[in-house]
């Protein structure tokens, strides 16, 4: 039993105190927007924000939570972070960051927790804050791009609604 | 123009709801892989495209979109020949459906990097048929001839700049006969086909909102964790569920020969339910089974004749050669990983059955699933779900997890969806088999390759597999040797054996398939042949070379913007490969350095050609993926056995690539042929080899073995 917030809605959970958070979104609340990846807090799918702090859902039981805010990747648009996600979401659409996408719940949120402190992270703190969200498909290259791309345009103003324009690619080489 | 008549057999159905519906079936004459036939239906989902009175463009996927991008890159062969308007096209993953079969392999499927090229005139010429018919509504209702019309951009313009768009043609379009011959573009007039595209389903990734298979709901879905045999081949001697029967929300425990389910109203009903359960198991014959006992026999073996692949033009060459070097390599099982656990959701209704999978087998599973539920076929529904990665994990000709959901389901008579853990997914099998290679080499007093040995020995993957008939020739899978056999290096005396074991251990193809472990091999060997006769890597390449012009471009390409040959900062190194796979050729140089004596990559230049480049943006991104997946193997992954037992079990013993071990890839496309090759496995051959051969260039140690990251190397 805990009563706790998920994006600004009150809840009054009467299950097991033990269910993990991660199993409380995704059956009894229906957002399945975070993830289940491994269970034991070693690959971030199920990254949410706990009081504003990233946090592995998969390992967090319900008890812990009492009084807590939770905030999902359904919600983060509507938080005190929402100018952070919003670049963040562009800028994983600008720079088209995603593969099997089943990650990138996640990816956004340590990406919004990172840059909602730091919009000027450097490679050692991006490698910090990220190295827990694992991506089998390997975009880590662009989520770096990408996480450098919406801290320049949280510096310089709003974040953008749609795509910006596209982005350089690899230009054919004439053989 | 390029006029398309390939007799196929071509119907368009009534359309419905206002759309042009085009359905397209290959001849006959398309190859079948497989033996059990996929089932005919006739019903209006049999379609690539629906264009909507909206004007909004759907096109039906017939391949699972598990991260590689076919959602986008079959949508722009569609769009390309239609004329629409990119931005209200839509993608759909498309059902199980005979229509959507493979075009060289038969059977509806993803694999062997093949979606677009086997698509590349399928989908151009249905959306030039669409065109084609769409401009034909519209010059019925000017009554101008179809000459006098042309589309454009969502819309068919006529005489005196008349217009109607697509989605006003829709109806009366879809009521036309389909054209049997279409002209399709030339390269040159391509508006879409290499340009650099972004994805459809971004935006639905990046907000939690795209649906996988993990996050289907149904009403009244049970979800099953099942207890498997901890040993390969295991079978159920008793259990109690006398805990389990205690655990709030779990609803039964079913059991089979081979293992026991629990469901609950929720995966934590059931974990928890499946935690409580104890299980005596018969371990059966591979108890005992243990990677060091596999190794040392497959080492033993590798020094005995096997079967042969290929032999040499003369056997003594290699015994008169000036000087020999000898080589032993080994790689070990693999797990495929990927951040989608496997899952299957199977809902029986009455005579009939739904299932939803994010497969890459669907015409393999949807057979299969039928027969395990005792269903006809036609009755069975089986739906394409968005999977988080696969790898070929989800493409398994035993459809073991599709099989499993369909027992359980046909037992508890509930809507169900089967779920592994983490846990059970690295323990589960089906993995990338274990491998030991010898190699012994001959050079010529002026350092000249004049003979080489390969021995090969290990599990086969196609054996068992209803592919088998097809694929195994005189004894030798492909899937063991491609890439040894048929090894672009002018070797005048190339032998090659076979050594086909059989271990207990279920395998089966990883990104890459045989060149995962043979490009690993060919180019570490190739790379101490030179070292051995004193040569520069990339000119020992280039001089055997001869007869593969295409790899020899690569390889220069991927030399050039490495600045191969130029300084480096101290400590650092750079090592070259190139692989040619699924019909592509991928060169790779690695630069890497010690951190701590381990070995750390800090940058990959990549040159490829996969022929006609239909979305470099993808192309792009498939050659990071497919980078950063073999590195992590090459690091990284190994599965072993102890007791019978694998001794893995998550992410902290499998440990796979994470942020700060990405290297800056950077990749160069050269301009290929007049159709797309493979794009979303070539690039992940090459990359252990570049690095290990990096590694002696700094080092002068060779790393024979996979994974060597945890090697302290100085």
Same mark, same amino acid.
């Not at chain 1, 562009?90 to 990650?103: F, L, S």
């Not at chain 2, 090229?117 to 000017?142: E, F, I, K, Y």
């Not at chain 2, 589309?151 to 008349?162: D, R």
């Not at chain 2, 879409?192 to 935006?203: F, V």
């Given at each position: 039993?805990?009563k706790?917030?998920?994006?600004?809605?009150?809840?009054?959970f009467?299950?097991?105190?033990d269910?993990?958070?991660?199993?409380?979104?995704?059956?009894?609340l229906d957002l399945t927007?975070?993830?289940?990846?491994?269970g034991?807090?070693?690959?971030g799918?199920?990254m949410?924000h706990?009081?504003?702090?990233?946090?592995?859902?998969?390992?967090?039981?319900?008890?812990?939570?009492?009084?807590?805010?939770?905030v999902t990747?359904?919600g983060?648009t509507?938080?005190s972070?929402?100018?952070?996600?919003?670049a963040?979401?562009?800028?994983w659409i600008?720079?088209?960051?995603?593969?099997?996408?089943?990650?990138?719940?996640g990816?956004?949120m340590a990406?919004?927790?990172?840059?909602?402190?730091?919009?000027?992270p450097?490679?050692a703190?991006?490698?910090?804050a990220?190295?827990?969200?694992?991506?089998r498909c390997?975009t880590?290259?662009r989520?770096?791009?990408?996480i450098r791309s919406?801290?320049?345009?949280?510096?310089t103003?709003?974040?953008?609604?749609?795509?910006?324009?596209?982005r350089?690619?690899?230009?054919p080489?004439?053989a | 123009?390029?006029?398309v008549?390939?007799?196929?057999?071509?119907?368009?159905?009534?359309? @419905?709801?206002?759309?042009l519906?085009?359905?397209?079936w290959?001849?006959?004459?398309a190859?079948?892989?497989?033996a059990?036939?996929q089932v005919q239906?006739?019903?209006?989902p049999n379609?690539f495209?629906?264009i909507?009175k909206?004007?909004t463009?759907?096109?039906f996927v017939?391949?699972?979109?598990?991260?590689?991008?076919?959602?986008?890159?079959?949508p722009?062969l569609?769009?390309?020949?239609l004329?629409?308007?990119?931005t209200?096209?839509?993608?759909e993953? &498309?059902d199980?459906?005979?229509?959507?079969?493979?075009?060289?392999?038969?059977?509806?499927?993803?694999?062997?990097?093949?979606?677009?090229?086997? +698509?590349?005139?399928?989908?151009r010429?249905?959306?030039?048929?669409?065109?084609?018919?769409?401009?034909q509504?519209?010059?019925?209702q000017?009554?101008?001839?179809l000459?006098?019309?042309?589309?454009e951009?969502g819309?068919?313009?006529?005489p005196?700049g008349?217009?109607?768009?697509y989605?006003?043609l *829709?109806?009366?379009?879809?009521?036309?006969?389909?054209?049997?011959?279409?002209e399709?573009?030339r390269?040159?007039?391509?508006?879409?086909i290499?340009?650099?595209t972004?994805?459809?389903?971004?935006?639905d990734?990046?907000n939690?909102?795209?649906t996988?298979g993990l996050?289907?709901?149904?009403?009244?879905?049970?979800? &099953?964790?099942?207890?498997?045999?901890?040993?390969?081949?295991?079978k159920?001697?008793?259990?109690?569920?006398?805990?389990?029967?205690l655990?709030?929300?779990?609803?039964?425990?079913?059991? @089979?020969?081979?293992w026991?389910?629990?469901?609950g109203?929720s995966?934590w009903?059931?974990?928890?339910g499946?935690?409580?359960?104890e299980?005596?198991?018969?371990?059966?014959?591979?108890?005992?089974?243990?990677?060091e006992a596999l190794?040392?026999?497959?080492?033993e073996?590798?020094?005995?004749?096997?079967?042969?692949?290929?032999?040499?033009?003369?056997p003594a060459?290699i015994k008169?050669?000036?000087?020999?070097?000898? /080589?032993?390599?080994?790689v070990p099982?693999?797990?495929?990983a990927?951040?989608?656990?496997?899952?299957c959701?199977?809902?029986i209704?009455?005579?009939?059955?739904e299932?939803?999978?994010?497969?890459?087998?669907?015409?393999?599973?949807?057979?299969?699933? /039928?027969?395990?539920?005792?269903?006809?076929?036609?009755k069975?529904?089986?739906?394409?779900?968005?999977?988080?990665?696969?790898f070929?994990?989800r493409?398994?000709?035993? +459809?073991?997890?599709v =099989?499993?959901?369909c027992?359980?389901a046909?037992?508890?008579?509930?809507?169900?969806k089967?779920?592994?853990?983490?846990?059970?997914d690295?323990r589960?099998?089906?993995y990338r088999?274990m491998?030991?290679h010898r190699?012994?080499a001959g050079?010529?007093a002026?350092?000249?390759?004049?003979a080489?040995?390969h021995?090969?020995v290990?599990?086969?993957?196609?054996?068992g597999?209803?592919?088998?008939?097809?694929?195994?020739?005189d004894g030798?899978d492909?899937t063991s040797?491609?890439g040894v056999p048929d090894?672009p290096y002018?070797?005048?005396?190339?032998?090659?054996?076979?050594?086909?074991?059989a271990?207990?251990?279920?395998v089966?193809?990883?990104r890459s398939?045989?060149?995962s472990?043979?490009?690993?091999?060919?180019e570490?060997? =190739?790379?101490e042949?030179?070292?051995?006769?004193?040569k520069?890597?990339v000119?020992f390449?280039? *001089?055997?070379l001869?007869?593969h012009?295409r790899?020899?471009?690569?390889?220069?390409?991927?030399?050039s913007?490495a600045?191969?040959?130029?300084?480096?900062?101290?400590?650092?190194a750079r090592? =070259?490969?190139?692989?040619e796979?699924f019909g +592509?050729?991928?060169?790779?140089?690695?630069?890497?350095s010690?951190?701590?004596?381990?070995v750390?990559?800090?940058?990959?230049v990549?040159?490829?050609?996969?022929?006609l480049?239909?979305n470099?943006?993808?192309?792009e991104?498939q050659?990071?993926?497919?980078?950063?997946?073999?590195? +992590?193997?090459?690091?990284?992954?190994k599965?072993?056995?102890k007791?019978?037992?694998?001794?893995q079990?998550n992410?902290?013993?499998?440990?796979v690539l994470r942020?700060s071990?990405m290297p800056?890839?950077?990749?160069?496309?050269?301009?290929?042929?007049?159709?797309? @090759?493979?794009v979303g496995?070539p690039?992940t051959?090459p990359?252990?080899?570049?690095?290990a051969?990096?590694?002696?260039?700094?080092?002068?140690?060779?790393?024979?073995s996979l994974p060597?990251?945890d090697?302290?190397?100085?």
């Amino acid at each position: 039993m805990a009563k706790f917030h998920v994006n600004g809605e009150p809840l009054d959970f009467r299950g097991p105190p033990d269910t993990p958070l991660l199993w409380v979104l995704r059956e009894y609340l229906d957002l399945t927007g975070t993830k289940y990846g491994c269970g034991m807090a070693q690959c971030g799918a199920c990254m949410v924000h706990v009081g504003g702090e990233p946090t592995r859902s998969c390992v967090t039981p319900v008890s812990a939570l009492e009084g807590k805010r939770v905030v999902t990747i359904e919600g983060v648009t509507a938080t005190s972070q929402a100018r952070v996600a919003r670049a963040v979401q562009a800028a994983w659409i600008d720079k088209d960051v995603v593969q099997c996408g089943y990650c990138q719940s996640g990816q956004v949120m340590a990406a919004v927790a990172l840059l909602g402190k730091n919009a000027s992270p450097t490679d050692a703190q991006i490698d910090e804050a990220m190295d827990g969200n694992i991506c089998r498909c390997g975009t880590y290259q662009r989520v770096r791009e990408a996480i450098r791309s919406a801290g320049a345009s949280l510096k310089t103003g709003p974040a953008p609604k749609a795509a910006p324009a596209p982005r350089k690619a690899p230009a054919p080489k004439k053989a | 123009m390029k006029t398309v008549d390939r007799r196929q057999f071509l119907k368009a159905t009534a359309a @419905t709801g206002g759309a042009l519906v085009i359905a397209f079936w290959l001849p006959q004459g398309a190859r079948r892989a497989l033996a059990q036939p996929q089932v005919q239906r006739t019903a209006p989902p049999n379609a690539f495209l629906r264009i909507g009175k909206d004007g909004t463009c759907t096109v039906f996927v017939k391949h699972l979109e598990f991260g590689q991008g076919v959602t986008t890159s079959l949508p722009m062969l569609v769009a390309e020949e239609l004329g629409c308007d990119w931005t209200r096209v839509r993608a759909e993953l &498309a059902d199980a459906e005979a229509v959507y079969a493979h075009t060289a392999f038969g059977v509806q499927m993803t694999g062997g990097s093949s979606s677009v090229s086997n +698509s590349w005139d399928q989908l151009r010429t249905v959306g030039a048929q669409a065109r084609t018919m769409l401009m034909q509504a519209a010059a019925d209702q000017w009554k101008a001839k179809l000459a006098d019309v042309r589309a454009e951009n969502g819309f068919v313009i006529g005489p005196g700049g008349k217009r109607l768009s697509y989605g006003q043609l *829709a109806e009366v379009a879809g009521k036309l006969p389909v054209p049997e011959k279409v002209e399709l573009k030339r390269a040159k007039d391509f508006r879409l086909i290499g340009k650099p595209t972004r994805r459809l389903d971004s935006a639905d990734k990046v907000n939690g909102k795209a649906t996988f298979g993990l996050d289907l709901k149904r009403k009244d879905l049970h979800t &099953a964790l099942i207890a498997r045999p901890p040993v390969f081949g295991g079978k159920v001697r008793s259990f109690n569920a006398d805990k389990v029967k205690l655990v709030p929300g779990v609803t039964h425990v079913v059991e @089979t020969p081979d293992w026991v389910a629990v469901v609950g109203r929720s995966f934590w009903a059931a974990k928890q339910g499946r935690d409580a359960l104890e299980v005596e198991w018969d371990l059966g014959p591979n108890a005992g089974l243990s990677t060091e006992a596999l190794g040392k026999q497959f080492r033993e073996l590798a020094k005995t004749p096997g079967r042969s692949a290929k032999k040499a033009a003369d056997p003594a060459a290699i015994k008169a050669a000036a000087r020999s070097v000898v /080589a032993e390599y080994e790689v070990p099982f693999l797990a495929h990983a990927p951040m989608e656990p496997l899952n299957c959701t199977v809902e029986i209704q009455g005579d009939g059955a739904e299932i939803w999978v994010g497969s890459q087998f669907q015409g393999v599973d949807h057979p299969a699933a /039928a027969k395990a539920l005792g269903l006809d076929a036609s009755k069975v529904k089986l739906h394409t779900l968005l999977a988080g990665g696969g790898f070929g994990r989800r493409a398994n000709p035993a +459809s073991d997890y599709v =099989i499993e959901a369909c027992e359980v389901a046909k037992k508890v008579k509930v809507p169900l969806k089967v779920v592994w853990t983490r846990e059970d997914d690295i323990r589960g099998g089906y993995y990338r088999p274990m491998y030991v290679h010898r190699v012994e080499a001959g050079l010529d007093a002026q350092g000249r390759l004049v003979a080489w040995s390969h021995a090969i020995v290990g599990p086969s993957i196609i054996a068992g597999t209803p592919f088998e008939p097809m694929m195994v020739k005189d004894g030798i899978d492909p899937t063991s040797v491609e890439g040894v056999p048929d090894m672009p290096y002018d070797v005048p005396n190339l032998d090659v054996t076979l050594h086909t074991v059989a271990t207990g251990v279920p395998v089966l193809w990883w990104r890459s398939v045989g060149h995962s472990h043979t490009g690993f091999v060919v180019e570490t060997m =190739i790379d101490e042949l030179a070292a051995a006769a004193g040569k520069d890597p990339v000119e020992f390449r280039r *001089a055997l070379l001869g007869k593969h012009p295409r790899m020899v471009k690569v390889l220069d390409l991927a030399a050039s913007k490495a600045g191969w040959g130029t300084a480096l900062p101290s400590g650092r190194a750079r090592g =070259i490969a190139v692989v040619e796979s699924f019909g +592509s050729v991928c060169a790779q140089v690695a630069e890497v350095s010690l951190v701590g004596g381990k070995v750390r990559v800090h940058r990959v230049v990549a040159a490829f050609d996969c022929g006609l480049v239909v979305n470099p943006l993808s192309v792009e991104a498939q050659l990071q993926s497919a980078i950063a997946f073999g590195l +992590s193997a090459a690091l990284h992954g190994k599965i072993t056995f102890k007791d019978g037992r694998v001794e893995q079990s998550n992410f902290h013993d499998y440990p796979v690539l994470r942020m700060s071990e990405m290297p800056r890839v950077e990749v160069h496309l050269v301009e290929g042929g007049d159709k797309p @090759t493979g794009v979303g496995e070539p690039g992940t051959p090459p990359i252990a080899p570049a690095v290990a051969n990096a590694l002696f260039a700094l080092t002068g140690k060779r790393a024979r073995s996979l994974p060597f990251g945890d090697t302290k190397w100085a």
